[in-house]
């Protein structure tokens, strides 16, 4: 494929990708982000605290990503409501969302057709990701964590990066020694990994270091 076909095919995907996160998001409710925001710090009872509305994403990447305990896995509920129809994009999109990868990326280079080269830093390995802000403003040796779909032969972020700004990881496993002892492609599977990445990027400001190209297309959710 040239550059432009696989640009093209991906802001595609991207677009189906951002509208059944937010499908997800509808199906769950409300409910369920604040719960995680308050796992997070970002709320108390049912005011939410934010510095920044990319804080309020990574409640939002839990609620998706997560399941809390008793219920039923949210994609699994996205799934019954949308019954999505097989072989589709959407379908593809759902599937690798079900597999998506959570670990802690490098920046090692740039791709030689479009997009970037990532070092899975846990599991070892690399990754084609296509993002058009990170190509655009990122540069090699940046360190981050994420979570990684992988429609294609290329690879995209769920919706969110959190910096590794120093002190992150410290609170990591500050506030969750048990992690320390989980081998490292073991801590990619781990929930509390991702939870606690999540903790210690609010506890440090680690967001205000990522910038949006663009404003959300949706507006944040009003909790009374």
Known sequence: MTRREILTRYRHLRQISKEQHQAVLDVIGLNAVLTWAKR???AQGRT????????????????I?????GRSHPLDRYARAARLAPGSDPAILLETMRQAQFSLWRLER????TGLILRDLLRGGEAWLLDETLTKTARPGLEFAARLLQPAAFAMT??????LIPGVMEQVFARTPA???????????????????YQAAVATGAMNAVRLKRKRSWGLPSYP
């Open 40 to 42: 997070l710090g970002l």
């Open 48 to 63: 939410l605290l934010l510095e920044s509305e990319l804080d309020l994403l990574l409640a939002e990447d839990l609620a």
């Open 65 to 69: 990503y997560l399941a809390r305990p």
């Open 110 to 113: 740039r791709h030689e057709i």
């Open 158 to 163: 769920a919706r969110i990066i959190v910096p």
């Open 179 to 197: 992690l320390r002892r989980v081998p490292d492609d073991a801590l990619t599977r781990d929930p509390q990994f991702a939870i606690g990445i």
